[in-house]
């Protein structure tokens, strides 16, 4: 019977397959094998026993049910693992696990299970990446309103939004490229790391065993992979969460029943509530924010794990059991989703516009500042005489340009085509040079990969 969401509602089921129990136990069989492996190849156990233990180091041979039965009486997890080995494999079995300690496979095998994972993050953020580089392309002339502190300010355009994004999730791609070097690493150092168990042969037997799997052998560890990588590990799936959370918070806003400038695609059999017909609620962007909260608090723990009594202790593996998976399915879920609201992202255009005259060309203030300055009035003298013209059309309700029409002390300054020129859609500086310039920084990456 399934507990946890993410066994049944969240993430692919590729995400899911990489963390089920079938695959983690096929996981710690190809660190056995590996192990086999190398013993052979320097000379510590015969070939034909490495052959055998590396046939059988799989779950059609070693079954979960097996495993589980021997951990229930001995209540030692990868024990478990080497003891249902061992048995297929007849005498041969006698060289499985030789001078290994638990997490020289359990760590070694994270690595196999994290390196799996990664590749799925990293192929759904470059898709993200194509869809907003195709929406800031689309968009870059797309004139709407700017807010600050959920005001009002001046006019941006859509391009801007979706290349600051665009840049964050390139931003992501590096972070995960460059943690790799420091994530995906196994070891193979025994009981304390000193590979005393493994005599002479230990850093020879460590660096078979890590480029049979495709991995980095760590530089020193004490028993364990130091956990500090698992927690910059777990933050930088925060950190993708939170640029996530950012876009799905934006969206949510902009598509408010008074806002509604854009929104998400909505299907047309798709029921927004059980009672209100009419709901149009924007589900997935609230799903990505709130399983943003879920990652974000599995940084703490994370980094708790980091510091252990001596060489270690075993409170951070029950942690791990639960942080591992669940982050990296969350994830995935957010990851997909997000995918599916900005590519049927929704626009309305006659909103964007509205939205953009709303205040009467309030938001024309900063622009009149700068025009009575370039005339020759002074910067602070400029601004209070705005802000004074500006409250004065707030509080008539009337249009800013008409109320700076009237004022003989601006109109000292300015000519009528001075004040006709402040245009919203005049106002957006270099916002399609700065989104062209995103795009064609992103597309150099992308040539080169």
Known sequence: MAVHPIDYRYGSEEMRRI?????????????????????A???????ESARVISDRANTKWVKLER??????EIHHDIMAVVKALSEVCGEHGKYVHLGATSNDIIDTANALLIKESLAIVERDLKELRSILK????????????????????????????FAIWLDEVQRHIDRIDELKGRVLVGQMSGAVGTMASFGEKG??????VMEDLGLKPARITNQIIQRDVYAELIMVLALIASTLDKIALEIRNLQRTEILEISEPFGKKQVGSSTMPHKRNPIRSEKVSGLARVLYSNVIPALLN????????????SVERVILPESFVLLDEMLKSMIKVLSGLEFFPENIRRNLYLTNNLIMAEPLMLKLTEKGMGRQEAHELVRQLAMKAFREKRDLLEVVR????AMKYLREEDVESLKPENYIGKAPEIVEQVIAYI???EKRS
Do not use: F
């Open 306 to 317: 980091n510091p252990l009594w001596h060489e270690r202790d075993l409170t951070n593996s």
């Open 134 to 161: 195709k929406l800031a392309k689309e968009h870059k002339y797309t004139v709407c309103i700017g807010r600050t502190h959920g005001q009002h300010a001046v006019p941006t355009t859509y391009g801007m939004k």
């Open 203 to 208: 850093l020879e037997i460590q660096r078979l």
């Open 19 to 39: 963390w089920d129990e079938e695959n983690k136990l096929q996981k710690l069989l190809d660190v056995e094998a590996a192990l086999a492996r190398a013993h």
């Open 41 to 47: 190849k320097v000379g510590n156990i015969p070939e």
């Open 443 to 445: 597309e150099s990456i």
């Open 406 to 409: 009237e004022s003989e002390e």
């Open 67 to 72: 495993v589980k039965e021997i951990e229930a």
